[in-house]
């Protein structure tokens, strides 16, 4: 099966769960979520001070002139549409839709515009130009605004100035392991020095040269980016399709087990009824199985008290960098790594819980359910290490990359 049959199939396999008047409202609800994560395009956002060519960067990726060179632009978003048109939201609220191209008059009063297009690209991503002033207080507002909306982001700067920096190092952490600085007005020498200064803080640092010239003649270096956006989009669009995958065999097995029988209450002054005599077990010839470990008691000693919100962005921490080493062992093809993928996840969510078990606030709902959650991965990632089948290392990774999701909802909250 191909990587589009496979995600053909699972999102078949999400719709039916999300149509199904069996499960629960909450079991549809997140099916519908997940629907939504796997068919949505990867949405990609432009930050950064004013004048970094942010308007410039969207035309050559998406290759035309979509944004033209009006000066105060507001906020644009350049998304998928069968037709080409725009959506203007007005500072009231009131959003108005024209058909065609971007107009001169359509920018003036607007606080959002939406443009949509029949480009190829943008049924893989969507992009969103971040439009704030220069003093700092704006830059910060408009960056939280769009981190809830970003999977991908680009800072934007022409030579990554101090302040460029500041702001940077004050950006969501969410954001941070997804991101990429992008250099639209430095010479070679300073493009070099800005990476080397920000190794570890970005994914890459690409230099590109956005004016008429090299556009002209096709050496912007935009190519190069829009690669690496697209191979992280799909690196995210595969987690994305891990997770759902746990999703399904957890609830599709849940679903197949039978309904307990309804056990009858007495009536008042009635005789109990007879114990049912067990029927007597067939006969079965002795199957070695692997010894499961004792189960883990429901608590753990807790640890230091931390704030709640400083327990999910640890509780990420850890589970970004293992996700990063186990997506790329998972990809080498390496038997013997894939072995050690269960133990290891296992290891994983023993910290998590300890991380979580430290919380400050008793009796928090979020964390008391995500100390559940993280029990019960525990014990599915212990049985599929016993198991050792080939699917155990993805269905165990699958479950760690579903506990990061359910943080990293509950850190944006």
């Known amino acids: 099966m191909n990587q589009i049959s496979r995600f053909e199939s699972i999102e078949s396999r999400l719709r039916a769960v999300a149509m199904s008047q069996s499960s629960a409202t909450s079991v549809r609800e997140q099916a519908e979520n997940l629907l939504s994560r796997l068919t949505s395009p990867v949405r990609v956002s432009l930050l950064g001070l004013p004048d970094a060519g942010k308007p410039g960067l969207v035309n050559a990726l998406v290759g035309g002139n979509v944004i033209g060179e009006t000066q105060d632009l507001p906020t644009i978003e350049v998304r998928f549409g069968t037709e080409t048109r725009v959506q203007v939201t007005l500072p009231d609220g009131t959003v108005e839709e024209r058909e065609g191209q971007l107009a001169a008059d359509c920018v003036s009063q607007a606080v959002l515009i939406v443009i949509e297009r029949p480009l190829p690209l943008l049924r893989r991503i969507s992009l969103l130009s971040v439009m704030a002033d220069a003093s700092l207080q704006d830059q910060r507002a408009a960056t939280a605004w769009a981190a809830r909306r970003t999977d991908i982001a680009l800072w934007c700067s022409a030579r990554f100035s101090e302040t460029d920096e500041k702001l940077w190092s004050e950006v969501p952490d969410s954001l941070r392991d997804h991101a990429y600085l992008v250099l639209t007005d ?96 067939a006969a079965k010839a002795p199957v070695e199985t692997p010894a499961a470990p004792a189960p883990r008691p429901v608590t753990r000693p807790r640890m230091a008290r931390v704030p709640h919100a ?104």
């Open 186 to 281: 430095c010479d070679a020498e300073r493009a070099s020095a800005v990476k080397d200064e920000q190794a570890g803080e970005f994914v890459d640092v690409y230099k590109l040269d956005l004016s008429a010239e090299a556009v002209n003649v096709g050496a912007t270096g935009v190519d190069a980016l829009a690669t690496r956006i697209i191979e992280h989009a799909d690196l995210g669009r595969q987690a994305d399709a891990d997770s759902a995958l746990f999703f399904l065999r957890a609830n599709e097995e849940v679903r197949s087990q039978p309904a307990p029988e309804a056990v009858p209450v007495p009536r008042p002054g009635s005789k109990p009824a007879p114990a049912a005599r067990a029927p007597k077990a």
């Open 310 to 413: 400083e327990t999910y962005s640890a509780g990420l921490t850890l589970l970004r960098r293992f996700g990063d080493d186990a997506l790329s062992d998972l990809r080498s093809g390496d038997p013997s790594v894939a072995q050690d993928l269960p133990g290891r996840c296992t290891e994983t969510l023993q910290q998590l819980g300890d991380i979580l078990n430290g919380c400050e606030e008793d009796g928090v709902d979020k964390i008391t359910h995500l100390i559940d959650t993280v029990y019960e991965a525990e014990s599915l990632v212990i049985l599929m290490e016993n198991e050792g089948s080939d699917r155990s290392a993805v269905e165990a990774v699958s479950i760690l990359l579903q506990m990061r999701r359910d943080l990293e909802t509950c850190l944006a909250a």
